[in-house]
């Protein structure tokens, strides 16, 4: 199963980024309280690169936190996906079809890819004006806090929006993260899904995991498993 092992690689793939203790500012201390400390800084692992291009305020490690997200899989999947692009062409051509492409657009609503080309052009081009102005806005909005910014790369867009929403309403994700604890999140979780499919969630203890953090429940429905 290609499809299978690529999405494996992907979701096994735990890049860890060094950060220098002078790198980490705009990130809250209790994320990186469960950040493995290190000689002068942390070891930030998968959980936190999100957050490293949301609130981090150093641009060198979002950047650094960015190429870690986007290549995660990279190099074992270099080769998973020659050979599943190679089993899905030789798949549609031996049932007939120009490409893989047409053959998955076949049995959807939209029918074939020529469809969805029009589509994604009407959506590009009813999208690109008010694309751009928001996008000029953002870039000088960013200029008034860091005046040699010239562009806004992939790396950057998280961050500068997060700081422009704090800075036209007031209002950021540490403030609302405050609002929002994470034992208190995970139990409102549980009881919506007790109640949404009528089942009981037990903690089961001792029970082996990948992670000490890592809680595992029993799904009971009328009391049996």
């Known amino acids: 199963d290609l499809a299978g092992q690529f999405d494996r690689n992907v979701q096994e793939s735990a890049p860890v980024l060094t950060a220098a203790r002078t790198e980490l500012e705009g990130l809250p201390a209790d994320a990186l309280a469960n950040q493995p400390a290190t000689d002068g800084g942390h070891a930030l692992g998968a959980d936190a690169l999100g957050l490293v291009l949301e609130l981090g305020a150093n641009p060198g490690l ?9 290549n995660r899989g ?3 999947n270099e080769k998973v996906l020659t050979e599943l ?7 549609a051509a031996a049932l007939g ?7 998955a657009a076949a049995d959807q609503m939209v029918g074939n890819t020529a469809r969805v080309r029009s589509l994604l052009d009407e959506v590009s081009d009813a999208s690109r004006d008010a694309q751009a102005a928001e996008y000029a806005q953002l870039l000088a909005f960013a ?7 010239t562009t806004l790369s992939l790396a950057d867009e998280k961050y500068w929006l997060e700081q422009y929403r704090s800075a036209t309403w007031g ?5 609302v993260r405050g609002y929002l604890p994470y034992r208190a999140v995970e139990t ?19 029970a082996p995991t990948w992670d000490a953090s890592v809680t595992v429940y029993d799904v009971l429905e009328r009391g049996k498993r």
């Open 143 to 149: 200029k008034t806090r860091s005046p040699k910014l």
């Open 188 to 206: 409102g979780v549980l009881q919506v899904v007790s109640r949404l499919f009528q089942v009981e969630l037990k903690p089961v203890k001792d």
């Open 171 to 175: 209002v950021d994700g540490e403030t």
């Open 97 to 103: 079809y120009a490409s893989y492409a047409e053959l």
């Open 62 to 70: 979002r950047e650094r936190a960015w190429l870690a997200q986007v």
């Open 85 to 91: 692009l190679a089993a899905r062409s030789e798949l």
């Open 74 to 76: 990279f190099p074992a």
